[in-house]
């Protein structure tokens, strides 16, 4: 089992910057890779980034690429996500994701939260 929680969420001024982490805690199976997703309003939830806790390889989604940095701390399992020069379409509430495995995939969604950037 793993329980995800998330923080660092907020209201920010476009241009501005937060910092979100999440951090596994209750882990009984530690997970290999955890990435941050985010679900706008009306709007399908949506891969923003995501790092390996194995070798530190990470991916960004196009529109966040060269603003957010996704980092990780291997000791207390925890992922942050920099995000600089936010926009306005940047407003959604951030979830994070943890995945495992055990003879099969596992998959855990931390409660989310809101990120809302005021232009």
């Not at 882990?27 to 070798?55: D, F, H």
């Amino acid at each position: 089992q793993v329980q995800l929680v998330e923080s660092g969420g907020g209201l920010v001024q476009a241009g501005g910057s937060l910092r979100l982490s999440c951090t596994a805690s209750g882990v009984t199976v530690r997970p290999y890779t955890m990435s941050w997703y985010r679900q706008a309003p009306g709007k399908e939830r949506e891969l923003v980034a995501g790092i390996s806790l194995l070798t530190g390889n990470t991916n960004y989604d196009d529109s966040v690429k060269g603003r957010f940095t996704i980092s990780r701390d291997i000791a207390n399992i925890t992922v942050y996500l920099q995000m600089n020069s936010l926009k306005s379409e940047d407003t959604a509430v951030y979830y994070c994701k943890a995945r495992a495995r055990v003879f099969k995939e596992l998959e855990y969604w931390g409660q989310g939260t809101q990120v809302t950037v005021s232009s």
